[in-house]
């Protein structure tokens, strides 16, 4: 028989972006914590590395602090298709361009500094009726958090697992050049997608999305001319890394006390570079059902903050597949760029009739929105309040 080697509030599986923002939103809320990740830390992920204004709020009312010189602001983001350009403004706040080994290092600082306990090293073998089974030793605990990624074995062991709607891959690397631009630049080709997103003063990751994934990187990169000629005399400072990239509308990500959250839970195209915001909202609104003890409120939440990022796959996906019709949008584009800039308000929640999750945790809002969760009625009788 298995002993219980530790006894929480809250064990998380994974302690990749998604799973360290819950537990510190968790801990925020008054609950004791527990991360098991198999990997050891900082962990690197094939990733574009744009974090959206409203993730970046976020990170601050976590008080998750990346230092100055690990991120670089950007301001809006610029589609690019040979001479067609149309640059759109953020109407708030700047996103950031952050490595993804700086974003985890910030998040684990964080996480150690409210003393959540992280079993870096450990793999997760299933769920257990008390809990977590280890492989070895028992986590026993009111309440478990899968955060264990795009191919999820909770998700499974749930049986919440529905196939992907679409699935293509996606691959960075990083070049050794001075940004150029101070917007994320999404460049299109024919079934193909580049975009580049400023990570340093001297620094930029591109990634590029496919169909195929046996094209290789430089094959994909040659599709941008423009782009390749950018980088010509800049030094990679990395190897190609790649990963799937899918789009998964998941129909529950909660059963009994346990949630799903972050890719594990659904998923947007990369294209979207809502991938980790998304899963920061998640971890506000999962912080505020678990205090209550009632996770419907979270279940209700998610199905409303996939909606805009989902979309938006749906619309880059559908341009991905016509390019005529993108060629029109991109137009339109280029002569009303204030239409851009709405889109990306809408994209970034940065309007006051933006839907935002239920929000408990102490401290200031975000961005003056009033959180919902503050006034609803029954939030006060959480078991630790
Ligand atoms: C090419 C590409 C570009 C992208 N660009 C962007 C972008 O610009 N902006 C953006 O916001 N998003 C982007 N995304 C999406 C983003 O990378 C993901 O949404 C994000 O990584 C999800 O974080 P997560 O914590 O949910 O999952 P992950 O980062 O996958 O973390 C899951 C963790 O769980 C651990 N784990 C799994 N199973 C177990 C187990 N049994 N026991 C213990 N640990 C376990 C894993 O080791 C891993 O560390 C991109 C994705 C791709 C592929």
Not at 190 to 214: M, N, Q, S
Request: glycine share 10%; proline share 7%; charged share 25%.
């Amino acid at each position: 028989m298995l002993k219980p080697i530790r006894e929480t509030d809250v064990a998380v599986v994974g302690g990749g972006p998604t799973g360290l923002a819950a537990a510190i939103a968790a801990r925020l809320a008054g609950l004791e914590v527990t991360v098991v990740e198999r990997s050891l830390p900082p962990i690197d992920k094939p990733c574009g590395e744009g974090i959206m204004p409203d993730g970046v709020a976020i990170l601050e009312r976590l008080g998750v602090d990346i230092p100055a010189a690990e991120a670089v602001p950007f301001t809006g983001i610029e589609f690019v298709q040979g001479a067609l350009r149309a640059r759109g403004e953020f109407p708030g706040r700047p996103g950031l361009g952050v490595r993804r080994t700086a974003l985890h290092a910030a998040l684990q600082r964080r996480a150690e500094q409210l003393q959540i306990e992280l079993l870096w090293g450990r793999e997760v073998r299933g769920l257990h009726d008390l809990g977590l089974e280890l492989t070895r030793g028992l986590i026993r605990s009111r309440f478990v958090v899968g955060a264990d990624g795009l191919e999820s074995k909770l998700r499974r062991a749930l049986g919440l697992d529905v196939a992907p709607i679409y699935r293509r891959f996606g691959i960075r690397r990083h070049f050794e050049v001075r940004p150029w631009n101070d917007h994320v630049e999404v460049h299109f080709a024919t079934g193909c997608e580049a975009y580049v997103t400023p990570v340093g003063g001297d620094r930029v990751c591109i990634a590029v999305l496919i169909h195929d994934p046996r094209l290789r990187y430089d094959d994909a990169l040659e599709l941008f001319p423009d782009l390749a000629r950018r980088i010509e005399h800049a030094r990679a400072v990395d190897d190609p890394e790649g990963s799937s990239t899918v789009y998964r509308r998941t129909p529950r990500i909660t059963r009994g006390r346990v949630a799903l959250i972050g890719d594990a839970a659904g998923s947007v195209d990369a294209i979207t570079g809502a991938g980790v915001t998304l899963g920061l909202h998640q971890a506000v609104s999962l912080a505020s059902a678990l205090r209550t003890g009632d996770l419907s409120s979270y279940e209700a939440d998610y199905r409303r903050l996939m909606r805009i990022p989902g979309g938006m796959t749906s619309i880059m996906l559908a341009a991905n597949r016509r390019p005529g019709l993108r060629t029109m949008a991109l137009r339109t584009l280029a002569t009303a760029p204030w239409v851009l800039s709405q889109l990306l308000g809408l994209h970034t929640r940065a309007f006051p009739f933006s839907f935002h999750a239920h929000d408990t945790l102490p401290g200031p809002p975000m961005d003056g929105w009033i959180p919902p969760g503050r006034d609803r009625p029954g939030r006060a009788d959480s078991p630790t309040a």
